[in-house]
C-alpha cells in the first residue's frame, strides 16, 4: 500500500515539472494526462478496496471473538446448569441409599430398588442431555470401564418389570452363555443410556405381545468380541418412510392408543449421537402393524470375569424345566447345557411322563390362571425341589399353596437368578460364589477411631445433601459434626475449631468450594480437605488439587467411597510409617493379559486392606472365595497368578492347607495373610512366603519382590541390585 501510494506522488511530481520545463505536443500531453489517471484511479481502487478488506476483516475477527465469547458463555451455562440438575438428584439417591438400612418388608425392598434404578436412569439422562447439548460433538469422551453385561441388563430390565406386567406384555432377556463369564472394556453410561432408552421406546409402543432384550457375541481376536445387542417388540411399528424420521430431534410417533402422542422425541436422537462417539451407528426395521427392530453393533475387549460364579456341579443331579416355548425358555436351556447340566425340557401335555428322582423342576412363562391348575398336578409328583418364576409380585399364587417343596421367585429370568434356583435346591455347591465378601466399614472405623474425638464439617448449600452427608457420619461414628452453608462460612467455622476433616461442595453462592479452600489452607496449612461435586471432569479435579484439596469426589457420594476415605485417613494417624495404600505391579509383572489373583479372607480388615490393594490396579482381575477348603479346587480348574490365603494363624488349618497345596503340586506363587506360624515350613519352598499382622502394601511388594528374584514365568527379569536395597530400606 505504501510502495503505490510512493508510485503515484513521483509521477504526479514528475508530471509537473515536464509540464513547466518542456515543450510537448497537445496529443502528447492527453496521452501522459491519460496515463496519469489510470494510474490514479487505480492506486484509488486499490485503497478503496484495501479498507474494505480491513473492514471485513475486523468485522470477522469480531465475530470470532463473538462465537468464542458466547462459547465461553454456553461453557458456563452447562456447567451451571450441569451442577444444579444433578445436585437434587444426588439429594434424592443419598436418601435412597440411607433408606436402604431401615427395615423393610419385600414389597419395599423391590420399590425400593426401583426407585434406585429408576434415580440413576434419570440422573444419567440429564448427563447425556448436557453432554449431548456441548458447543462441539467431539466433547461427547468415550470413558471406558470394565462392564459386566449380565448385570447391566438385568438392572434395565428389572428397572421396567413393573411397567410391563402392569402393561400386560412380556419382558424378556436373551443374553448368550458365553458373555456370562466376561467383563468388557465398554463406557458402561452411554451403554446403559442406549439401552435404557430403546427398551423405553420398545415398551411404550407394546400395546400387546412381547419386549425383548437381546445380546450376542462374535469373537474377532484372542480377546476382541463384537458385541451385537437388539432390542425387538411386536409394538405398532411404524412405516418405511418414517423410519429416517425416527432419529430427528422431536420427531414423535403416534400410539396405537387414541392416536396418542407418547414422550419428547429426543430418545433415539441422543441413541444416535451417543453411537457415534462409540464408533457405531443404529439399525431400525420395522413393520406397521408387526413390530419393530433396533440393533447395533459394538467391538470392545474381553476378559474373563473376576467375579463369575464357578459352577461346581454335584453329581447325579436332574433338572426339569417345565415351560411354554418363548426367548425365556431357549435362554435357560442354553445356560443349563453351557453349566454342563443333565437337565430335560417339558411342555404341559408331558407332566405325566416325568419320572421320579428329580432334583429340581423350574416352572416358568404361566399365568396365575394357568399355575392354579398346574400346580397340584406336579405337587403330586415325587420332587425334591420345585421353583416357581413369576413375573408378578401380587403373591397371590403363593398364599393359595403351601408346600415345603414349594419356592416362589419374583421378577424375569436372568443367569443370576438361575444360578440361585440351581444352589437353593443343592444340585450346585453354595459356597463357590465369589462375589466380594462384605466388609464391616463401621467395625473398622470404631476400632481406629478409638480415643480419639472425631470431628469433621460439611459445606454445602443443599439441605438435603447437608442431610445425606451427616447421617453417614453420625452412621460411621463421628463425635461432633457441624455444617456451613457456603464457603464464607466455612472459612469462618475454621477458624474457630479444628476438624479432622472438612467436606467441602465445589460450587456454592457467596463464597465457592475453591476459595474457601485456599482461604483455609492458609490459616491451618495442615487441615485435610475433600472436594464435592457433581460434575467430575478432569478440569475440576486438576483444579480441586490445586487448591490445596487431597481430592475431588463425585456425588453422590457413597457410603463405601465416604468409609474408605475414613479409614485411609484415620489408619495413616495411627501408623504414619506405614503410609503406602498402592502396589507398583506393572514393574513386577511381566503379563500383557490381566493378572488372575485369588484371595480367601476371615475379617473384614484384611479383606479391605487387600480390596484396596488390587482392585485398584488397572491390569487385575482379582476373585474371592469363602471357603478355604475349596481353594486348590478352584486352581484346578482355573488359572491364577497368585494365591493370597487368610487362615487366621490358625496353624492346623494351616498346616492342613499347606500340604494339600504341596501334594497336589501346585505351582502358583502363595502368600499367607496375618501369619506368624513359619517354623512348620520347609525352607527350600519358595513358592510359600508369609504377610504378618498389621501389613501394608510395602510388605506385599517386598514378597512379590522375592517371587521376582526367583524367576517365576510370571515375573520379569531378577531385580537389579538398586530394587533390592531399595526395598530392604523400606
Not at 426401583?114 to 436412569?121: D, H
Not at 413375573?391 to 393359595?400: A, F, H, R
Request: with cysteine; proline share 3%; hydrophobic share 35%.
Amino acid at each position: 500500500m505504501k510502495s503505490i501510494l510512493s508510485l503515484h506522488i513521483c509521477i504526479s511530481i514528475l508530471s509537473t515539472l515536464l509540464f513547466f520545463n518542456t515543450t510537448m505536443l497537445p496529443l502528447q500531453w492527453f496521452y501522459f494526462l491519460g496515463l496519469l489517471i489510470t494510474v490514479g484511479g487505480s492506486s484509488s481502487l486499490f485503497i478503496f478496496k484495501h479498507n474494505q478488506y480491513k473492514k471485513a476483516l475486523t468485522l470477522q475477527e469480531m465475530q470470532v471473538e463473538n462465537i468464542k465469547d458466547i462459547t465461553k458463555k454456553k461453557q458456563d451455562f452447562i456447567s451451571k446448569i450441569s451442577h444444579d440438575l444433578r445436585t437434587p438428584i444426588h439429594g434424592i439417591n443419598g436418601l435412597i441409599e440411607l433408606l436402604e438400612k431401615e427395615p423393610l418388608g419385600d414389597l419395599g425392598k423391590s420399590y425400593l430398588l426401583k426407585l434406585k434404578f429408576g434415580s440413576n436412569a434419570l440422573l444419567d439422562l440429564v448427563s447425556d442431555v448436557i453432554e449431548l447439548n456441548r458447543p462441539e460433538v467431539s466433547d461427547i469422551q468415550t470413558h471406558n470401564e470394565e462392564v459386566n453385561l449380565t448385570q447391566l441388563s438385568e438392572e434395565i430390565i428389572q428397572l421396567y418389570s413393573t411397567n410391563c406386567f402392569l402393561k400386560k406384555i412380556q419382558l424378556s432377556l436373551f443374553i448368550e452363555p458365553a458373555i456370562y463369564g466376561k467383563n468388557y472394556s465398554l463406557d458402561k453410561n452411554k451403554l446403559k443410556k442406549i439401552l435404557t432408552n430403546l427398551v423405553s421406546n420398545a415398551i411404550k409402543f407394546t400395546d400387546a405381545g412381547e419386549v425383548t432384550l437381546w445380546i450376542k457375541e462374535t469373537v474377532v481376536h484372542k480377546e476382541t468380541s463384537k458385541l451385537t445387542f437388539m432390542v425387538t417388540d411386536t409394538g405398532v411399528g411404524i412405516t418405511e418412510e418414517h423410519i429416517a424420521l425416527l432419529t430427528q430431534p422431536y420427531y414423535q410417533v403416534h400410539s396405537s392408543k387414541e392416536d396418542r402422542i407418547e414422550g419428547t422425541g429426543l430418545g433415539l436422537n441422543i441413541c444416535l449421537n451417543l453411537l457415534k462417539s462409540m464408533r457405531s451407528e443404529l439399525t431400525i426395521r420395522s413393520t406397521k402393524g408387526v413390530g419393530s427392530q433396533f440393533r447395533f453393533n459394538v467391538e470392545a475387549n474381553s476378559k474373563t470375569n473376576s467375579h463369575t460364579l464357578i459352577h461346581k456341579i454335584k453329581e447325579n443331579k436332574k433338572v426339569v424345566l417345565l415351560s411354554q416355548k418363548s426367548v425365556t425358555t431357549e435362554n435357560i436351556l442354553n445356560y443349563l447345557e453351557y453349566w454342563q447340566f443333565n437337565y430335560q425340557y417339558i411342555e404341559c401335555h408331558q407332566i405325566k411322563e416325568l419320572k421320579t428322582h428329580i432334583d429340581l423342576l423350574v416352572i416358568q412363562g404361566f399365568s396365575e390362571a394357568e399355575l392354579t391348575t398346574l400346580i397340584p398336578k406336579v405337587s403330586a409328583l415325587d420332587l425334591k425341589s420345585i421353583h416357581i418364576l413369576l413375573d408378578s409380585d401380587t403373591k397371590i399364587i403363593e398364599q393359595q399353596f403351601h408346600n415345603k417343596r414349594l419356592h416362589f421367585d419374583y421378577g424375569y429370568f436372568s443367569p443370576i437368578v438361575l444360578h440361585k434356583f440351581l444352589e437353593e435346591a443343592d444340585v450346585m455347591h453354595k459356597h463357590l460364589s465369589t462375589n466380594p465378601p462384605e466388609i464391616d466399614y463401621i467395625k473398622l472405623l470404631k476400632g481406629l477411631t478409638k480415643g480419639h474425638i472425631t470431628s469433621m464439617l460439611v459445606v454445602d448449600d443443599n439441605e438435603i445433601n447437608q442431610l445425606v452427608l451427616t447421617e453417614m457420619l453420625q452412621e460411621a461414628g463421628i463425635n461432633k459434626i457441624e455444617v456451613a452453608n457456603n464457603g464464607l462460612e466455612a472459612v469462618e467455622l475454621s477458624l474457630k475449631s479444628n476438624y479432622d476433616i472438612i467436606w467441602m461442595d465445589l460450587m456454592m453462592p457467596i463464597m465457592d468450594g475453591y476459595s474457601a479452600t485456599k482461604e483455609i489452607l492458609k490459616q491451618k496449612p495442615y487441615t485435610s480437605i475433600y472436594g464435592l461435586s457433581a460434575a467430575t471432569e478432569p478440569e475440576v479435579i486438576v483444579k480441586g488439587k490445586q487448591c490445596g484439596m487431597q481430592a475431588v469426589i463425585g456425588k453422590p457420594l457413597k457410603k463405601a467411597d465416604l468409609y474408605t476415605h475414613l479409614i485411609n485417613y484415620y489408619d495413616s494417624l495411627n501408623n504414619p510409617s506405614k503410609t503406602a495404600n498402592t502396589l507398583d505391579l506393572k514393574s513386577l509383572f511381566n503379563k500383557e493379559e490381566p493378572l488372575k489373583v485369588l484371595i480367601h479372607t476371615v475379617d473384614s480388615r484384611t479383606t479391605f486392606k487387600l480390596k484396596q490393594y488390587f482392585e485398584e490396579q488397572d491390569n487385575v482381575l482379582t476373585t474371592y472365595i469363602s471357603d478355604p477348603d475349596s481353594i486348590i479346587y478352584v486352581c484346578q480348574i482355573q488359572a491364577y497368578d497368585l494365591l493370597l490365603v487368610d487362615l487366621n494363624d490358625n496353624k492346623s488349618r494351616t498346616a492342613k492347607f499347606i500340604h494339600e497345596y504341596v501334594t497336589k503340586r501346585q505351582t502358583t506363587p502363595l502368600i499367607l495373610v496375618n501369619t506368624e506360624q513359619q517354623n512348620y515350613l520347609h525352607q527350600s519352598n519358595t513358592l510359600i512366603r508369609f504377610l504378618p499382622l498389621n501389613f501394608n502394601a510395602l510388605d506385599i511388594q517386598k514378597v512379590l519382590l522375592h517371587f521376582k528374584e526367583e524367576s517365576k514365568t510370571v515375573f520379569i527379569n531378577k531385580p537389579t541390585s538398586s530394587q533390592k536395597e531399595y526395598y530392604n530400606e523400606l
